[in-house]
């Protein structure tokens, strides 16, 4: 069974930083593509961020380019989120989240692995 785990979360104000932790299986981060989604009140899940599991490479969504980067450590059981000079737009649940073996990491109906998610509000 896939078990991912986010931390990070909290309460920031605009201009501040958070770096959200997501803590799954080697296996897991060899085999299939990792992502982060949010959710805000009253919208639909939208994928935020994504990384290659061969060569690490990122995709990022409009909304969070040059202010969010995604990376995995080493050892592979651990990916993050950078988020840099947030704004409250970006108050949401952030989710960790993984695909069933597809590597085609930016078509995020793809994902179908997730975790309980963190809440990141981001107060003006």
């Given amino acids: ?19 959200l932790s997501c803590a799954a299986s080697r296996y897991i981060y060899t085999q299939n593509c990792m992502g982060w989604f949010r ?47 947030l704004k409250p737009e970006d108050t949401a649940m952030y989710y960790c989240a993984a695909t069933r073996g597809s590597r085609f990491c930016g078509r995020w109906y793809e994902y179908a692995h997730w975790g309980r998610g963190t809440q990141v509000t981001v107060s003006s």
Avoid: C, H
Avoid at 1 to 19: D, R
């Fill in 39 to 85: 959710q805000a009140p009253g919208k639909e899940r939208e994928g935020v961020a994504a990384i290659w599991p061969d060569n690490g490479l990122p995709i990022y969504v409009d909304s969070v380019k040059g202010r969010f980067t995604i990376s995995q450590d080493n050892a592979k059981t651990t990916m993050y989120l950078q988020m840099n000079s």
């Fill in 1 to 19: 069974q896939v078990q991912l785990v986010e931390s990070g979360g909290g309460s920031v104000q605009a201009g501040g930083s958070l770096t």
